[in-house]
Each structure stands twice: as structure tokens, then as C-alpha cells.
């Protein structure tokens, strides 16, 4: 199966610092999304991001689908941005993780 | 839009005890619903496709008879967890597709339902 590998596993931000996460896929994939898992374990929909750019505020993302990654980039961090950032993605619809990038800003 | 809810949020029950788990897509109609599993500090791991009228279609490793799912209407999937244990202990997580015009394929999740078994 598609094997999906974050990084870094560990951020800590200062708030109003700028972030870039990356996420690497073992293969094609035709369904990508980037979720934030906040403290009460909700996962909320990022981006869904197959190919391209997108924004949405201070967040935005851009896949090479090429390449087969993904990037995930915060600006202006604020510390409710503090939880788990996963990518995800599959060539059908189902969706296998990675593991996580665990972000911390502190005020 | 896109509003996915999961009942109980929590649940604690006895060794041997069978647990239900309803996710519910409340303002859009998913034939296809989706189940995890997440450890603490862990990733999310697939455990079954559910599927509206049909079979689930279960990850391998999974236990059929042991994690049930029903998919009854294009709103709700039922997860039990039965003759539980406390190595069934985790947080579940349900999603719903919604491939409806202009939004592609994207997974909608609900917000989990901690099992603890004593």
C-alpha cells in the first residue's frame, strides 16, 4: 500500500513565526487532504489538495503530484494553531495517514 | 456544510460488553462512510469501508465479527464493538465521503468516541 511520511514529526513556533510542513508519498495519488487534529481529537478539513495551489487566511498549501508531495504552509502562527497537522491520501478513495506533525506555538 | 456527528463521544463499559457507535452525515447523504482507529499519539489506521445497502469491506487484520458495521441509510453507519476487551480500547473515528459536484473526493470526520473497557 501507499506509504505517506510527514516532517517533521516535532515543530515549536514562537507565535508569529512562519511554518512549512512536508509530506511524501510512496506513490501516485489521485485524493490528497491535510487535516488539523485539535486537543479534543476533531479532525478538521485543511485543504483538499490533489494537485496545485490553494489558500484559505494564513494557511495555504501546494502539491507536485509529479513529485509526489505535498506542503503545507502557516503563516503568522497563532497559538490555536498548536495540534497535529496529518496528510493523507490514496489512488481510490480510501485514505491512508501519515503520522503526524505535532506543532506547539507558544505565546 | 459538510457536518459529520459521532454519538456517544465517550463510553466506558465492562469486559464483555457490546458497544455502539453511530455516525450520523448531517446535511449531506454519503453512500460511503468510513471507520478508524487512532492510539494515543498515533496515527489514523483504516479498519473498514461502509458501504450504503452493502457489505463493509474490512482492512486486513480487522475482525469482522468482532467490530460490526451496518450501513442502513445514506446518513448513518453503526459501529459495534462486540464481547469488548480492554485491548479494544482506543479512539474511533468515523468519516463520510462526499463526492458531490465542485468539492472532489473529500473525507468529512467526526469528532470520535473514546472507548475505554475496564
Known amino acids: 500500500g501507499i506509504q505517506v511520511e510527514q516532517s517533521p514529526p516535532d515543530l515549536i513556533l514562537q507565535e508569529g513565526a512562519n511554518s512549512t510542513l512536508r509530506c511524501n508519498f510512496s506513490?501516485?495519488?489521485?485524493?490528497l487532504q491535510w487535516f488539523h487534529q485539535n486537543p479534543w481529537g476533531q479532525l478538521i478539513n485543511l485543504f483538499y489538495?490533489?494537485?496545485g495551489t490553494k489558500q484559505n487566511g494564513r494557511l495555504s498549501a501546494t502539491t507536485v503530484a509529479t513529485e509526489r508531495y505535498s506542503l503545507l504552509y502557516i503563516s503568522s502562527s497563532q497559538t490555536t494553531d498548536s495540534g497535529v497537522y496529518f496528510c493523507?491520501?490514496?489512488?481510490?478513495?480510501?485514505?491512508?495517514f501519515g503520522k503526524g506533525t505535532l506543532l506547539t506555538v507558544n505565546p | 456544510g459538510a457536518v459529520v456527528s459521532q454519538h456517544p463521544s465517550w463510553v466506558i463499559c465492562k469486559s464483555g460488553t457490546s458497544v455502539k457507535i453511530e455516525c450520523r452525515s448531517l446535511?449531506?447523504?454519503?453512500?460511503?462512510m468510513f471507520w478508524y482507529r487512532q492510539f494515543p499519539k498515533q496515527s489514523l489506521m483504516l479498519m473498514a469501508t461502509?458501504?450504503?445497502?452493502?457489505?463493509?469491506?474490512?482492512e486486513q487484520g480487522v475482525e469482522k465479527d468482532k467490530f460490526l458495521i451496518n450501513h442502513a441509510s445514506l446518513t448513518l453507519s453503526t459501529l459495534t464493538v462486540t464481547s469488548a476487551h480492554p485491548e479494544d480500547s482506543s479512539f474511533y473515528i468515523c468519516?463520510?465521503?462526499?463526492?458531490?459536484?465542485?468539492?472532489?473526493?473529500?473525507?468529512?470526520f467526526g469528532p470520535g468516541t473514546r472507548l475505554t473497557v475496564l
Open positions: 468519516s463520510a465521503r462526499d463526492f458531490s459536484s465542485g468539492k472532489g473526493d473529500t473525507q468529512y
Open positions: 506513490d501516485s495519488v489521485n485524493n
Open positions: 489538495i490533489p494537485s
Open positions: 493523507s491520501g490514496g489512488s481510490n478513495y480510501k485514505l491512508t
Open positions: 446535511d449531506f447523504q454519503a453512500t460511503t
Open positions: 461502509s458501504n450504503e445497502g452493502s457489505k463493509a469491506t474490512y
